[in-house]
Structures are given as C-alpha cells and as structure tokens.
Nanobody, 126 residues
C-alpha cells in the first residue's frame, strides 16, 4: 500500500513563494508518475502539474505554467512543487497523487491516479 504525505502548505502573501513536498512510502516510487492537483472551495479538483518516472518529462496546467515547477528526487521518494508568484486564485488544498501504471504517461485526470495524499492547504492573501 502506497502512502503519500504532503507538507509545506501555509499562508503567504500574493507574489510570494511556497514549496510543497510529498513523501511516498510503501511502493516503488521511481516507477510512479506523480501529479499535483488542487481543489478550491466550491470548485472541482483540477490538475496542476505532473512528472514522469525519471523526472525528464513534466506537464503543467496553463494556469500555473511559468510559475510552478514540479520535480522529484527518487532517492528520497519525494516529489516537490515549487510555487512562485502566487496569487489569491492559487488558494486551494493541494494534493499529490501517484500513478503506478506501466506506461509512464503523465495523466491530467484524477481517475488516472491510484494513490492520493491527504492534502495540504495553501492560502494566498492580497
């Protein structure tokens, strides 16, 4: 059973930065496509960023492209989300997710990910 634990969320002023971490245990982390999703109050969960097995391929939603960077350290079983130039529209609960599927393709739908963390709150104030 894979467990994912996010950390790094918090309260930040608009224009600031945060780095989220997601530590994985219980599986072969280097074989998982990892993704970050977020859900704001009253809104549906949305894809933010994804990274393939070795970290050589990444994909971002248009809303965060150029501001957020996803990365991973397979030796530490951890995936990161560096978030810069934050705006109040980035306020949400952020979730990391793992896809153990054999194809290594970065999915953008939540249904493509099998394991999920509990989420970490990010609040951006103006």
């Amino acid at each position: 059973q894979v467990q994912l634990v996010e950390s790094g969320g918090g309260l930040v002023q608009a224009g600031g930065s945060l780095r989220l971490s997601c530590a994985a245990s219980g599986g072969i982390f280097s074989k998982y496509v990892m993704g970050w999703f977020r859900q704001a109050p009253g809104k549906e969960r949305e894809f933010v960023a994804g990274i393939n097995w070795r970290g050589r391929g990444t994909y971002y939603s248009d809303s965060v492209k150029g501001r957020f960077t996803i990365s991973r350290d397979n030796a530490k079983n951890t995936v990161y989300l560096q978030m810069n130039t934050l705006t109040p529209e980035d306020t949400a609960v952020y979730y990391c997710a793992a896809d153990p599927g054999p194809l290594g393709i970065i999915g953008r739908r939540g249904s493509e990910y099998e394991y999920w963390g509990q989420g970490t709150q990010v609040t951006v104030y103006s």
